[in-house]
């Protein structure tokens, strides 16, 4: 009984030596790289035939290699060497320094005019800024004269850490203080400004207030208490309104009852205006709560982080004049809880908020009366991340124009953020929208990554192949379904074999792309490996097998589908090493006697014969010939380009390899003695080598 396989994947395994080197010794220099590298001037201003010298500043100063290379944009314009610029004709040109180690690179510009009005001062249009941290301002610097031929300026700040500048453009880094220069490159003219930086103020960013609404009999008085966000903002003042004057008034958040009837209260903070706002009721007579209790279902005890869960409470009686209820979390840190909304009927709901691991406990307390009710302890559990994406189907093949949605599934379903984002390797190639829509866009190979967006950094990626012409049908042969279906394409360990030709593989169209086919290819339990590649216009396999695997044939089953369907099959028998074979000349009545098989355990022996054309030696693969079914010997004789023969002695023995056909011919310069060729047989990955006695 022979095993079947399916092979799915050939996987290769490289091995790598490392090679440790000796230790160099602690006297060793270290050496200090460049990281960078400046000009002393930014720009600079020539008349014809005057010179200026740049200097390069190379960073940091204990540098190793400091050595630069100097380039100039034209050389019509000027000349730089060694740093020295010469004017040569009128016109602007740009100098260039670069570092050898690392290649850093600073530049200066380069006018060269018939005559250079200089520079004889500057001016800035602020002699002082007040910068808030995270704020930039602008400066301008004004050169005189106004028609000066250099007008570059290079800027500097005293102190970095408080402020910087670039362009001019002021920015505040730090609370602090700092001056701001403008310096010109011709004359070295300087202008400052000075900056002072103070921190930033602290916005306000919410307002809550104590209570969820407010129940008053008529004359009765209430004081509110508005909580501001942050604590530490920096106004935190807040105003005062009324709904319905005629029904209550607040004052400070001073809430009097007026008349019977329902209105509301806000506050409003000064800073961003942020509002908070509930209920004001006023009655002849107050209607006590007597009691409250969970409505709907509050046994969930697990809850993870960014998940939410409603609570709702119910208090008795329904017309209770105050229903406003106040909601606290044991842990805030844990989880939040917020007050949303008051039914007339009894009911008041609020929404947990689960911040981060950890135990929580929600507490209800009336206003009226006090009473309370919690829940039980409840768990916050960590974010569930996404742990794998599955797209189908695994690899798509689609012709240009042609589109096909992929089914993409997150797991596990309960991970909280179950959004990714689809990415296509090369959008000429193919693209995809947001329903997970391919395109074929142009003939080639892309890949689709499907990333998941809540940071686990999970990803699967999908092989697009846009095809040419879809075959109608494959055959092998006179290939006919259901039936045994038996090729001959010997080849020996390594050896690559052509399905296409060597099988007669035929397609319609002629023009159809073997890619669309998916191979499904099975071997018998002799090969170790086996690897086969499908390119547009041919499809190959190779066998690899141990050295010293002998006897028996085995083959390699060729079985492609289309869509899903069976389309052909293939039965391709191999040999796993040749035979030496005694060859008695290469005219048409060539006698061939078999040696024994080239299994790496013996030597052979080549008896010479007394005619001139028993002179031949030819590597054979040796079998049955499977298409009869009969044990009848048939032969395959290996290109002389897969082996080579050589003499002991080439006194003795002369080896030529002949330009027709695929053997060696040994020409005897001694008759009566014994001499010896050499064997040397590359099979794959293999090399063998064999000695042959001729024997006199």
């Not at 270290?30 to 390069?56: C, F, P, R, Y």
């Not at 002629?510 to 490996?529: G, K």
């Not at 099959?569 to 061939?592: H, I, M």
Request: glycine content about 6%; hydrophobic content about 40%; charged content about 20%.
């Amino acid at each position: 009984m022979k095993n079947y396989l399916l092979l799915a994947v050939a996987a290769v395994a490289l091995a790598f030596t490392a090679c440790k080197k000796d230790d160099p010794g602690a006297d060793t220099p270290q050496v200090v790289a460049v990281t960078g590298v400046s000009l002393n001037k930014s720009a600079v201003a020539l008349e014809l035939g005057d010179s200026d010298i740049l200097t390069a500043m190379v960073t940091p100063a204990n540098a190793t290699n400091k050595a630069v290379e100097w380039s100039i944009a034209d050389a019509s314009i000027a000349t730089i060497m060694d740093g020295v610029v010469k004017a040569v004709a009128l016109g602007e040109t740009t100098v260039t320094v670069t570092t050898v180690d690392g290649g850093f690179t600073a530049t200066a510009s380069i006018t060269v005019a018939e005559s250079i009005i200089k520079v004889t001062g500057v001016e800035l249009d602020k002699s002082a800024l007040a910068l808030e941290v995270g704020d930039s301002e602008t400066i301008t610097a004004t050169i005189t004269p106004a028609n000066a031929t250099n007008k570059a300026i290079s800027w500097s700040s005293a102190n970095d850490a408080i402020a910087t500048v670039q362009d001019g453009v002021v920015t505040a880094i730090a609370v602090g203080e700092t001056i701001i220069t403008a310096t010109t490159a011709d004359g070295a003219f300087t202008a400052s400004a000075s900056v002072a930086v103070k921190a930033a103020p602290i916005k306000v960013d919410g307002v809550e207030l104590d209570r969820t609404m407010v129940a008053l009999e008529i004359g009765e008085s209430l004081k509110l208490n508005a909580t501001v966000t942050p604590e530490n903002a920096d106004d935190k003042s807040v105003t005062w309104s009324i709904g319905n004057a005629s029904i209550a008034t607040v004052k400070d958040g001073t809430v009097t009852g007026i008349a019977v009837g329902e209105t509301d209260v806000t506050v409003t903070t000064v800073d961003g205006g942020f509002t908070a706002t509930i209920p004001v009721k006023v009655v002849t007579e107050r209607v006590p709560v007597t009691s409250i209790e969970w409505y709907g279902d509050i046994s969930r005890k697990e809850i993870r982080v960014g998940d939410t869960e409603r609570y709702c409470m119910i208090i008795s009686p329904e017309n209770a004049t105050d229903m406003g209820v106040v909601w606290t979390s044991s842990n805030p840190d844990v989880a939040t809880v917020e007050h949303y909304r008051t039914e007339t009927s009894g009911f008041v709901h609020a929404m947990l908020t689960a911040v981060k691991p950890g135990k929580v406990t929600i507490t209800c307390t009336t206003n009226d009366g006090g009473f309370t009710a919690t829940t039980d302890e409840i768990t916050v559990l960590a974010t569930q991340m996404v742990e794998a994406i599955e797209v189908e189907p695994k690899v798509v093949k689609v012709e240009v124009n042609e589109m096909i949605t992929l089914d993409v599934s997150v797991y596990p379903v309960n991970a909280q953020n179950k959004e990714y984002e689809a990415i296509s390797s090369n959008p000429s190639i193919a693209t995809i929208d947001s329903n997970n829509v391919v395109t074929g866009v142009s003939l080639g190979e892309a890949e689709i990554t499907f990333r998941a967006k809540d940071g686990s950094g999970v990803e699967t990626k999908v092989p697009i192949f846009v095809l040419g012409a879809k075959p109608t049908w494959i055959k092998f042969g006179d290939y006919v379904p259901n039936s045994s279906n038996v090729y001959e394409a010997y080849a020996w360990h390594g050896k690559q074999i052509d399905i296409k030709n060597d099988v007669n593989m035929t397609v319609e169209p002629a023009n159809a792309d073997l890619r669309w086919f998916d191979w499904v290819i099975t071997y018998d339990d002799n090969p170790e490996a086996l690897k086969y590649e499908v390119t547009k216009d041919n499809v190959t396999a190779s066998v690899a097998f141990s050295e010293n695997y002998s006897g028996g044939y085995y083959y390699i089953q060729m079985l492609p589908y289309l869509d899903g369907n069976l389309v052909g099959d293939a039965r391709v028998y191999l040999r796993t090493y040749p035979y030496l074979f005694e060859s008695y000349g290469y005219s048409d009545n060539t006698t061939l006697t078999p040696a024994e098989g080239l299994d790496g355990t013996k030597n052979f022996t080549f008896n010479w014969g007394s005619t001139l054309y028993k002179d031949g030696l030819n590597l054979i693969i040796y079998y049955y010939d499977i298409t009869s079914w009969v044990d009848r010997f048939k032969e395959y004789q290996i290109p002389a380009t897969q082996y080579t023969l050589t003499s002991s002695d080439e006194s003795k023995v002369k080896i030529t390899k002949l330009t027709t056909g695929e053997g060696y011919r040994l020409e005897r310069l001694v008759w009566n003695e014994l001499v010896a060729v050499k064997i040397t047989y590359k099979c794959g990955d293999h090399t063998q080598t064999y000695t042959i006695n001729l024997i006199p």
